[in-house]
């Protein structure tokens, strides 16, 4: 059971929702589509459902070409932001409504409501109305609905987007647990990169409707294609610095500079964009190496347990993510530190040369 998306694009009153996009999805698999809000995220699922027709392409179903088949005539189930329970159901009309329309028998939903509901954990909440539940619970009976259908392609629009922190990070755990009894071919949309690293499978990085590189979620995050995709899968989006290299030096500016060891020695003297996360910034030295770079600090915000600094280096704004409460003065010089280890090394045309060491010993 596959879906193949081949040379699909969605062009809309003139304005391109969708660049020509190929991707391969198998069975069992968990696909995670990765970007910022408008980055096409919920275009390309309308595609894969059968919602639009691509004005490109084609798009097939375990082989069969399915392209400007509707929805209905599809076996596909869908879960939106936005999660719709009927409310003068009880849960478990609820989750027997799609099968009563597909014309099921009365034995049939029985036995197909009572397994969903079990592997949902909500057999005790069977006679409850949905405004009766919590609304992680409410959320969960939406999805119920959608997989007692049996559908071979789930498609999540950011299901977790209105729920608390804590009914998030419930969801987030189950999830993939829910998707591995499955045996479905699950598309899950976030604009969070910890969403995606935490559900794990492959992670297709969206932006401005172009797929900028889809495999398994840890290599996409390690090993970014370019630096659109390091930007897209980095919450707070990375931090860029132009660099030179001449000979076994790498110049970071202000007088920086660090041996270029490693596969970054093979790379040929010029100019080039060193990127590297907001977490890998330090307010204080812990490696005998590290650059250190004087900033000047704009903002402080304080999330409880870490503190996000941002900075101001020579007309470059960045954002480094530090450990614990710090007491900081905004507008005062501010000097940081990193570690080359975690450093990324990318071309002028934006692709990635050299991974940072770190990420290539993982």
């Not at 639009?52 to 082989?63: H, K, Q, S, Y």
């Not at 478990?92 to 036995?111: Q, V």
């Not at 932006?207 to 370019?226: C, K």
């Not at 707070?236 to 001449?246: D, G, I, R, Y």
Request: hydrophobic residues 40%.
């Amino acid at each position: 059971m596959t879906l193949e998306l081949s040379g699909v694009s969605k062009v809309v009153e003139g304005q391109t929702h969708i660049h020509e996009t190929s991707l391969k999805l198998d069975k069992g698999t968990m696909n995670v589509l990765l970007g910022p809000t408008l980055s096409g995220k919920t275009s390309l699922m309308r595609l894969m459902a059968g919602l639009d027709v691509p004005n490109t392409g084609r798009i097939l179903w375990e082989g069969r070409d399915v392209t400007g088949v509707r929805v209905q005539d599809r076996k596909v189930a869908m879960v939106y932001q936005q999660f719709i329970n009927y409310p003068a159901m009880t849960v478990y009309d609820n989750i027997a409504s799609p099968l009563r329309l597909m014309g099921k028998s009365a034995a049939e939903i029985d036995t197909a409501v009572k397994k969903t509901a079990d592997m949902m954990k909500l057999t005790p909440m069977l006679s409850r109305k949905p405004l009766e539940l919590s609304g992680g619970q409410q959320q969960r009976c939406a999805l119920a609905r959608a997989l007692v259908k049996d559908a071979g392609l789930v498609l999540l629009d950011e299901p977790l987007a209105n729920l608390d922190y804590k009914l998030r990070e419930e969801l987030r755990v189950e999830i993939p647990r829910i998707f591995a009894e499955s045996g479905a071919i699950f598309v899950y949309a976030t604009t969070e990169p910890e969403e995606a690293l935490l559900l794990g499978g492959n992670t297709a990085t969206l932006w401005e409707g172009r797929v900028t590189q889809f495999g398994l979620t840890p290599i996409v995050y390690r090993q970014p294609a370019d630096a659109t995709t390091a930007r897209v899968f980095s919450d707070p989006p990375m931090n860029f610095l132009q660099v030179a290299k001449t000979g076994r030096k790498l110049m970071f500016g202000e007088g920086q500079s660090c041996e270029a060891a490693g596969q970054l020695a093979q790379l040929p003297d010029g100019r080039y964009t060193a990127g590297f996360r907001p977490n890998h910034l330090e307010l204080d030295r812990h490696a005998a190496d590290a650059l250190v770079f004087h900033t000047r600090l704009a903002v402080t915000e304080i999330t409880g347990s870490e503190t996000f600094v941002h900075l101001d280096h020579a007309g470059d704004r960045w954002v480094g993510l530090v450990h614990g409460i710090r007491d900081l003065t905004q507008g005062a010089d501010l000097p940081v530190y990193l570690d080359p280890a975690h450093v990324y090394m990318f071309g002028e045309d934006g692709a990635l040369v050299a991974a940072a060491p770190y990420a290539l010993a993982a």
